[in-house]
Every structure is written in structure tokens, then in C-alpha cells.
T-cell receptor
Framework: DAGVIQSPRHEVTEMGQEVTLRCKPI?????LFWYRQTMMRGLELLIY????????DSGMPEDRFSAKMPNASFSTLKIQPSEPRDSAVYFC????????????FGPGTRLTVL | QKEVEQDPGPLSVPEGAIVSLNCTYS??????FMWYRQYSRKGPELLMY????GNKEDGRFTAQVDKSSKYISLFIRDSQPSDSATYLC????????????FGKGTKLSVKP
């Protein structure tokens, strides 16, 4: 299995531009998570889906952030408009149902907003 | 007070040393405790998983949970340069399928 796939791996954009991050979870996993990691705040959960349905988006910082999961094999995280404080590493993770099942993380997208 | 506190380090030890990494937490509802390892420019990967209190051993790694003190530890015996990474503790409540709360991570460097 290829693991969780994220694209792009690096993104540099200018303030005000729209940014779209993409994730392909591991096949058969029915939970998908989006995290943001910064030095100041560490790893924070933004939103998670179960069977393509958003369950908890309380971690989404503001309306500029939106996430979708149109099918079981694809999710996007969009920032519009982007701001320099959005610069971070964004991780996608997936897991199967069940109490002990671990989350598998993707390699992350390093976003820099100038 | 943050729900999970973890000393960010950095921590530098010689090869072969015993390493102790720790986290404290404030939410007594946490029941599942995890340690993730994150190499530079990579995503976190699960290292150890413990339910409720007690110890768990896996090779050179031992995880301990003391719920009465709200304190968890990860011990690494005979540390190796390949153990150099950032170690993040994580925890969640019973019945919470999604919401893992992470510590900020401790950066460990094992010198040959």
C-alpha cells in the first residue's frame, strides 16, 4: 500500500491567493483527518470526516478554511484567501473504524504564504 | 493551561543512554495514550499505544501511564542515533473516535 498521499509537498504562494491541498487516504480507511503543525502551536486537528461526512470542524480556524471529501478516496483542504499566518505544515491522516486503530499520517504539505 | 504539556527540549544524549520523555495532562477523561515519532520532514508514525494506566514494553521502548498523577512517560533503552527524532505524546477520551490531542513534541538527538 502506498500509504496516505498528499499533494503538493511544497506550496509557496502570495497573500490573498487561494490554496488547495489534496489528500488520498489509505484504501479501506473510513476516517480522514486534517491537521496543521507549527512550532508555536504544535499539531492541531482542523477537521475530520467519517465515511466522507464531516464530523467535527471545530478546529478550523476561520471561514477562510474549508474542507471537502467528495468520495472515499479524495479530500481537499482549501484556504481562500491565504494569509502569512497560515504558513505551516498540513498533514492528512486516515484510519479504519475501531477503538485501537491508529491514524496513519501522510508526508505533509509545507505551505508558505508570503 | 493546555490540555497536554510536553517539554519541547531539545534533548541531546550519547548513544547507549537511557532516554526519558514525559507529558502531563489535565483532562481526567483521557483513556488512550500514544507516543508518535516524527522524523524531520516526515509525518508522525505511531510508536506505542496504551489504554488506561500501566506499562507497555516493546523492544527498547517502554510506555508508562500514571493516571492518578496525569503523567505519561516513554523510556528508550540503549538509545541509537536512528532514534533521533521528535517524539509527540497524544491522547484521547473514551468514545472519542477522532479527537487526538497532541503534545508539542520533544526533539531528541542521540549522538554517536
Amino acid at each position: 500500500d502506498a500509504g496516505v498521499i498528499q499533494s503538493p509537498r511544497h506550496e509557496v504562494t502570495e497573500m490573498g491567493q487561494e490554496v488547495t491541498l489534496r489528500c488520498k487516504p489509505i484504501s479501506g480507511h473510513d476516517y480522514l483527518f486534517w491537521y496543521r503543525q507549527t512550532m508555536m502551536r504544535g499539531l492541531e486537528l482542523l477537521i475530520y470526516f467519517n465515511n466522507n461526512v464531516p464530523i467535527d470542524d471545530s478546529g478550523m480556524p476561520e471561514d477562510r478554511f474549508s474542507a471537502k471529501m467528495p468520495n472515499a478516496s479524495f479530500s481537499t483542504l482549501k484556504i481562500q484567501p491565504s494569509e502569512p499566518r497560515d504558513s505551516a505544515v498540513y498533514f492528512c491522516a486516515s484510519r479504519t473504524s475501531g477503538t485501537y486503530n491508529e491514524q496513519f499520517f501522510g508526508p505533509g504539505t509545507r505551505l508558505t504564504v508570503l | 493551561q493546555k490540555e497536554v504539556e510536553q517539554d519541547p527540549g531539545p534533548l541531546s544524549v550519547p548513544e547507549g543512554a537511557i532516554v526519558s520523555l514525559n507529558c502531563t495532562y489535565s483532562n481526567s477523561a483521557f483513556q488512550y495514550f500514544m507516543w508518535y515519532r516524527q522524523y524531520s520532514r516526515k509525518g508522525p508514525e505511531l510508536l506505542m499505544y496504551t489504554y488506561s494506566s500501566g506499562n507497555k514494553e516493546d523492544g527498547r521502548f517502554t510506555a508508562q501511564v500514571d493516571k492518578s498523577s496525569k503523567y505519561i512517560s516513554l523510556f528508550i533503552r540503549d538509545s541509537q542515533p536512528s532514534d533521533s527524532a521528535t517524539y509527540l505524546c497524544a491522547m484521547r477520551r473514551e468514545g472519542s473516535q477522532g479527537n487526538l490531542i497532541f503534545g508539542k513534541g520533544t526533539k531528541l538527538s542521540v549522538k554517536p
